[in-house]
């Protein structure tokens, strides 16, 4: 039974990160944000993510408010890490 609920637990991680993937396609600011809110992303006010964004255990992540995240930026917040307010992250970071 625990094999099942593991395997369960981790294809909800793999669809959710699948659909922030599939959001950072959608040329959309308020579209992505949202999804990335659902997501567990905890996004300030005021920030904006460009194009393609991927992520690591996004539940884990925190973006300040004022900040930019970069085209095709791979955030991997697996440990849990912040980024604060007024933070503008490069293409490809």
């Known amino acids: 039974m625990n094999t099942l609920l593991k395997k369960l637990s981790h294809f909800g991680e793999d669809l959710m990160l699948f659909l922030l993937t599939v959001a950072g396609y959608v040329p959309c600011h308020v579209f992505g944000k949202t999804l990335y809110r659902i997501g567990g992303i905890h996004i300030g006010k ?47 970071v």
């Open 46 to 92: 005021n920030t904006s993510f460009h194009w393609r964004a991927r992520f690591f255990r996004p539940w884990r992540l925190f973006v300040g408010s004022n900040s930019i995240i970069g085209n095709d930026a791979m955030l991997d917040s697996r440990d849990g890490f912040t980024i604060g307010d007024n933070v503008s992250l490069s293409m490809g």
